[in-house]
């Protein structure tokens, strides 16, 4: 294997399945059953996903909602989608454990880094909700704190598309596909990753973000064994 470290990110509308709305528990299976193999193989593995398939902060600011509260609101829906899929991990025979950000010890266990490294040491899966734990800061801002903190080998972004584009390939037949970017021309190009904070967070830590297409089956395997998955951007 390429890396024994990982920390995945995934979008909370992914779990929402084709409309990317509430919890699909297909996809949960089918994202639990792509992880499994990594598991078992001894890779250590941290997850954060994204709260947007139940409720996404900022725009809910437009519709009469704070915007602290809003955010904490995005806080709470990551830790049920961590929930849903730890529950969907251990369906999978895998030992899972969710982390939030801010104490909630009746739900899930409160983030200390050094118990995290100690449960990813032995083989558990560790999904880490609540963002930071701060307004203003998305998850992607959370996942390159996460990966930073805990050293992991590479940061990976699971999305819907193949890779990173000079355009959005949905709409843009003509967009092309970068197979490797710095940092410094992500930032020259000015290409949508992820949100200023962590793109910079990652940059000053030399943090690898791969950015692939996690609902191709088998890519998740293939990517950390080595082969040239998706963007990888270093």
Do not use: W
Request: hydrophobic share 40%; proline share 3%; with cysteine.
């Amino acid at each position: 294997m390429k890396y024994s470290s990982l920390l995945l990110k995934l979008s909370g509308e992914s779990l929402g399945g084709a409309n990317g709305q509430g919890l699909d528990p297909l996809m949960l299976q089918r994202y639990a059953r792509e992880i499994k193999p990594l598991a078992e193989a001894g890779i250590r593995i941290a997850i954060v996903t994204g709260g947007g398939n139940i409720f996404r902060g900022l725009p809910g600011t437009g519709k009469g909602v704070d915007r602290v509260h809003g955010d904490r609101m995005g806080m709470l829906a990551t830790t049920i989608n961590s929930i849903a899929l730890a529950d969907a991990l251990a369906d999978e025979g895998m030992k899972a454990l969710v982390y939030t950000a801010t104490p909630m010890e009746a739900v899930a266990r409160y983030y200390n880094r050094d118990h995290v490294l100690e449960e990813m040491n032995k083989g558990t899966v560790v999904l880490l909700s609540g963002g930071t734990g701060n307004p203003f800061f998305t998850t992607d801002s959370a996942a390159a704190l996460r990966a930073v903190e805990l050293g992991v080998d590479v940061l990976l972004k699971g999305t819907r598309v193949d890779g990173v584009y000079s355009a959005d390939p949905e709409k843009d037949p003509n967009a092309e596909k970068f197979e490797a970017l710095t940092f410094d021309r992500v930032l020259e190009k000015n290409l949508k990753i992820m949100d200023m904070t962590a793109f910079i967070l990652c940059r000053e830590n030399k943090m690898p973000v791969i950015v692939f297409n996690m609902n191709v089956k088998g890519n998740l395997q293939k990517l950390v064994k080595g082969e040239e998955i998706g963007t990888i951007i270093k």
